[in-house]
């Protein structure tokens, strides 16, 4: 059996856990596949829960991490031009709010090396990176990487072989650690005493009121909030000091930690706390009606996108992001509803995407095809999109923005 079902909340371990959105069954979104292994290809379920003791909002049912993040995992973060700059922008504030020469920062999950890049030559870097092969494309880039999952043995090695670390991060990555205990513990060996832990993950206030049920996939357990997340480090003896909202992934909070320290917390902390108290994310109302306003977005755009091919129209899908397959598996589109989709990342072109078995291609196809529609599944991008595809559009393409309402520009 590669998934289990849960019935305790990962922070709290309560059980007065509320089902709020079915999304039914799917296979894991970053397994693009081709033809000769659709047969092996497995679907989970994807619903997700509220607690409420202690709030988070979260999956239980989790598929195990060997067969999520592997050999062959397709998301390279530096695939995706405005990611890169998010980085830098996010180094430098790191540089300049807590890092001196030669201190060490350590980054959970650091795939490519996209942050630690920016910080290497300032401070010493170490990432850890449980997929093989991008591990190896850090490496490449100079960044030495630890192939493996983060946990308190590690941390107790890393500890012995090159000292504490002022600075831990973990970016899209702290939302998808089943035993979440185990990071934070890791956390606090590894950290000076003075230490800063700073994760990003996707916001679940930004989640909820944008309509992005697609950023559920069944790599993401949690869908964080700033009330438990504080509940999180307090039971560790550490602190949440600050939170920023960051215009990345469709939303997301930049979380800063440190152990127990009597000084004040930026006032942002209480300012998060209320304005997620008034959006009414600390009780299960709010998430009532949710399913329904997600069951509408797919009924439009299905009835679109076969409309579309109905009066013989070509269509297609632009980016296939792990969100994508989300979307696509739950509208049951197939290679008969879209042509193709076009994605810059060199490992995902070739394949299929997961489930729906749509071929990935390069977007080179674009300039000297032009659908009638495409449909942009990396809507998060969609300004960047926009604007670099200017001459597309021109001759006559058109986008189907399926987020947060069904769109045509
Ligand atoms: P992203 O939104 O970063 O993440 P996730 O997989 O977590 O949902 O993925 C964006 C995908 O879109 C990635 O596969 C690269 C691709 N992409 C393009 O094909 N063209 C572009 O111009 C951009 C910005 C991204």
């Not at 397959?325 to 509208?331: D, G, M």
């Amino acid at each position: 059996m590669s998934f289990v079902h849960k019935t305790q909340c990962r922070i709290c371990k309560g059980e007065d856990l509320v089902r709020f959105l079915s999304l039914g069954e799917h296979p894991p979104v970053d397994n693009f596949t081709d033809k000769a292994h659709i047969e092996n290809e497995k679907r989970y379920p994807l619903d997700v829960y509220f607690c409420r003791q202690c709030n988070l909002v979260q999956l239980l049912d989790v598929v195990t991490q060997e067969e999520l993040f592997h050999q062959n995992y397709a998301y390279f973060s530096s695939a995706s031009a405005p990611l890169v700059e998010h980085f830098k922008s996010y180094a430098e504030d790191l540089k300049k709010d807590f890092l001196q020469k030669n201190d060490l920062v350590v980054d959970i999950g650091s795939n490519d090396g996209i942050l630690l890049q920016f910080l290497t030559g300032t401070c010493r870097v170490l990432g850890i990176e449980p997929s093989a092969n991008v591990a190896e494309a850090a490496r490449k880039k100079g960044i030495e990487t630890i192939d493996g999952f983060f946990t308190v043995e590690m941390a107790k090695n890393i500890v012995a072989k090159y000292g504490k670390a002022k600075v831990v991060t973990a970016n899209n990555v702290f939302a998808h650690i089943d035993d979440i205990d185990e990071i934070v513990s890791a956390v606090q060996t590894l950290l000076t005493d003075d230490g800063v832990f700073v994760s990003e993950s996707h916001y679940l206030l930004d989640l909820i009121s944008k309509r992005e049920f697609d950023t559920v996939y069944h790599e993401h357990l949690c869908y964080y909030s700033v009330k438990p997340l504080m509940y999180l480090f307090e039971r560790f003896g550490m602190e949440v000091f600050d939170v920023r909202r960051v215009d990345v992934h469709g939303g997301s909070i930049r979380v800063y930690a440190r152990k127990k320290s009597g000084k004040p917390h930026n006032p942002s902390v209480a300012m998060m706390l209320q304005l997620e108290e008034e959006a009414g994310l600390h009780g299960p109302l709010r998430f009532s009606g949710f399913q329904k306003e997600v069951d509408a977005i797919r009924g439009e755009l299905v009835s679109l996108v076969r409309g579309f091919s109905k009066e013989g129209k070509t269509v297609t899908a632009y980016g296939a992001p792990a969100k994508g397959n989300t979307l696509l598996n739950f509208c049951g589109f197939t290679a008969a509803d879209l042509k193709y989709v076009t994605d810059t990342t060199p490992q995902k072109i070739g394949l299929l995407t997961p489930g729906s078995h749509i071929p990935v291609v390069s977007p080179l196809i674009l300039t000297t095809e032009t659908p009638d529609y495409i449909l942009l599944l990396a809507w998060n991008y969609r300004e960047f999109i926009l604007k670099k595809e200017e001459a597309l559009r021109e001759r006559g393409a058109k986008f189907i923005i399926p987020i947060p309402e069904v769109e045509i520009v």
